[in-house]
């Protein structure tokens, strides 16, 4: 079903990662998957990935949830790793045809996926841990700088927070609307390429129309709470920089001054 | 003695300038008391709808006035105010959300209002409070019932420390039980924190415990009294298809048929209370 | 034989995660040809996983749904065919209007089926008169219509099928009195023409009471109760229990007949219950 996508969903919650500023979760994600990126042996992957285990449980989010996540990309991850095992340069150690498999081949397939699986789970992290509405704010201030050129940040990061808010509500939407068309034999599980393709406009067309009309709503909604863009608004939740988010930064750097010394100390092999 | 706090003064309105159009508001006036549980009854396209949306500036009058507090609704630098004073809650509970999170999209009001954050913070969970969905606050919104939905809907627009809450068919796409949790939460909002409240309905039984009933139909005021006065009138009722409770209806036809019983039955209560008393008279004398 | 038929069904969401819940939970029901069957129930009692299932939209966790005496899903390349055999109209279906004209639309069902152009047009025609839609706006855009002329636009798209079992979900909700009565006695009119099996799911105890031959009453997933109609509200404690109401006039009936009065129970409707009320008096004033 469509609705039992997780890529993306915030789980609410109390813990210590939760808790941390939305600005400093954002770019302490990319910090890293920066990290990840440098990483060149198997020693300092490892350290990544065990600093990312650590967060995980102190996020207090059930392993399940990150599976399922991972579940969604699995195939990316393995389509790279095959990819990796064949082509790999040096000796072949078993060859079939213009397959090769070198030992250089299985490492650099089992650095990868390894690499893809820690930034799938960093940016599970993220996503579950803050609400979309601190994103869009984070977002939000993140930008700032961006106004200096006429772009206004604050309609976006609002755009933002919708979208996230209605993409569970259109899923549904698409779910009904599907076994709405199914029940009318609509060939959905159809083989053929374009009956399927035909058998989609009947899907389509009912959730653009079921779009606009919320949009509709929404907006008179917006209206009647006096909305009137971004000036004099203020918010609920301020952001500001505590002592845990400190840490949080001090524990990154740290990992990633970890990494750079293994990665000098310890030769891939 | 009660104040009027919304006054509409030959009210006319309609959605284009072409001259054959019929006006969807007709000439309306009335005047609802600061304090007061109004209920507007009509089918649809009776232009009860219509008329909500000229409370909170949503419309604005093709003739005659509309007067909020004492302000006119054309005087532009009140729209805001005019706003915050009087709430509207749509009919579908999935559309007039705006936030992924409870208490954060009960924020959004004030928070375009630029109420200071530690004041929000406040008015949130008082808010959530007085609709009884404080321990949802941390909450997804898309994951609430309809029922739920809608009281946080009403949740949103407490917090803006509105004077009047207006309600467009609020239960109408809601379960029985989402029905009696949003009516309840009004009744108790109107009675304890003394907001005025319309409720803007095509279900009769929950005209029941409102101070006022008014009946629309095709742009212009049918009737308007005391529940209890404007359901002796089953036979209009029924005339312009609204439906008549089933209470009500026997009492009705009893009448009809020379039973003597009294008028404007509403609950359930009453109609067994009433026919106990006909039935005590009629009985054989052993 | 009955033509639908469920045994042992069971329908589990979200098996071996922390979601993991039962929503149907070994049902066992059988319904006859010419029925009028009501299914009411709470939200989240497992209706809609329940009548999802007996079209196929869903597959059982375990049990069987017999069609016509046959399991519908002993060859799932045939499912479709389950589905033309039993309509569903869903909640608000004025949502799934699609095509640019009202007849198009209409002829979605039937085209799907495969049937031939003459064949199409006639049940389209004949499926806009059960709905009682004037032949005009067939050629209008579904999107320019009223509201009460999509609903019933879309009804008769599956009715246009020529289903042996419709199935309606809340098909009244949100409708304005006017609407809702219309549309009731359309589909009992539509019920007593065709004379084919029609299950109701609808929250109206009124509707219900006004409409079906027999009730099914599920409880947390389970059919708590499958008797005709007015048996299933005599049980006025038992429906409380599991968060439902008699309709109001057999609550009144039932009220009066508690301080000692001698009425008969199960009262359904308003005329059930003047002419009971007429009739006590008429015997007293012999006396």
Known sequence: MLTDITLGQFFPGESLIHKLDARIK????????????????????????????????????????????MKMILFIILFTAIINFFSGNGEPIFQWGIFKITVDGINNSIFVSLRLTIIVLTSSILTFVTSPTDMADAIEHLMKPLSAFKINVHD??????????????????????????????????????????????????PLFVSAFRRAYDLATAMECRCYKG???????????????????????????IMVIISNTFYWRW | MMTNFIETEDL????????????????????????????????????????????NVLLLPFGGKVFVNGIDTKNESELYEIR????????????????????????????????????????????????DMYEHRNSATYKLSGGQKQRLAIAGILAMKPECIVLDEPTAMLDPVGRREVLDTLIKLNHESGITVILITHYMDEAINSDRVIIMNEGSVLLSGKPREVFKEVELLK????????????????????????????????????????????KCQY | MPILEVKNLSFIYGVGT??????????????????????????????????????????????????????????????????????????????????????????????????????INKKVLAAVDFVGLSHEILEKSPFEISGGEKRR???????????????????????????????????????????????????????IAKTADKVVVLANGKAEMFDITREVFKNSESLERVGLKVPQITEIMEKLKNKGYDINPGILTVTEAENEILRILGEWGKC
Request: net charge neutral; with cysteine.
């Open chain 1, 156 to 205: 976006i990061a609002m755009m933002m927070t919708i979208a996230l808010r209605f993409v569970p509500t259109l899923l549904e939407e698409a779910d009904k609307t599907m076994s709405a068309q199914k029940a009318r034999g609509s060939d959905l599980e159809s083989k053929n390429i374009t009956k399927k393709a035909k058998a989609l406009i009947p899907i389509f067309v």
């Open chain 1, 26 to 69: 954002i770019l302490l994600t990319f910090v890293y998957m920066l990290i990840t990126f440098i990483c060149s042996n198997y020693f300092s992957l490892t350290i990544t990935l065990c600093s990312v285990l650590f967060v995980i449980f102190l996020s207090k989010i059930p392993i399940k949830m990150y599976l399922k996540s």
């Open chain 2, 84 to 131: 915050r004073m009087v709430g509207l809650v749509l009919q579908n509970p999935d559309n007039q959300i705006v936030a992924s999170i409870v208490e954060e999209d009960v924020a959004f009001g004030p928070e375009n209002l630029g109420v200071k954050p530690k004041e929000i913070r406040e008015r949130v969970d008082e808010a959530l409070k007085s609709v």
């Open chain 3, 153 to 207: 636009t879309a009804i008769a798209g599956v009715i246009a099928m020529d289903p042996e079992v419709l199935i309606l979900d809340e098909p009244t909700a949100g409708l304005d009195p006017r609407g809702r009565e219309l549309l009731l006695s359309q589909i009992k009119t539509y019920h007593s023409k065709r004379k084919n099996t029609v299950i109701l799911v609808s929250h109206n105890m009124e509707d």
């Open chain 2, 12 to 55: 006319k309105f309609k959605y284009s300038d072409d001259v054959n159009e019929k006006n969807v508001l007709d000439g309306i006036s009335i005047s609802i008391k600061k304090g007061e549980f109004l209920t507007v009854l009509g089918h649809n396209a009776s232009g009860k709808s219509t008329l909500a949306k000229h409370f």
């Open chain 1, 230 to 256: 971004g000036e004099g608004r203020t918010r609920m939740k301020i952001l500001k920089i505590v002592p845990l988010d400190v840490f949080a930064v001090l524990f990154t750097l740290a990992i990633g």
């Open chain 2, 239 to 282: 005339k312009y298809s609204l439906d008549v409770p089933q209470s009500t209806e026997l009492i009705h036809r009893l009448k009809l048929k020379g039973c003597n019983l009294p008028e404007g039955i509403l609950s359930t209560d009453e109609c067994v209370q009433a026919l106990e008393h006909l039935l005590e008279d009629n």
């Open chain 3, 18 to 119: 922390t979601f993991q819940k039962t929503a149907v939970d070994n049902i066992n029901l059988s319904f006859e040809k010419g029925e009028f069957i009501g299914i009411i129930g709470h939200t989240g009692s497992g209706k809609s996983t329940f009548i999802k299932q007996l079209n196929g939209l869903l597959r059982p966790s375990s049990g069987e749904v017999l069609l016509n005496g046959e399991n519908i899903w002993r060859n799932s390349k045939k499912i479709r065919d389950v589905r033309f055999k039993v309509g569903m109209v869903f909640q608000y279906p004025e949502y799934q209007l699609f095509a640019d004209t009202v007849y198009k639309d209409i002829a979605f069902g039937p085209e799907n089926m495969g049937l031939n152009s003459e064949e």
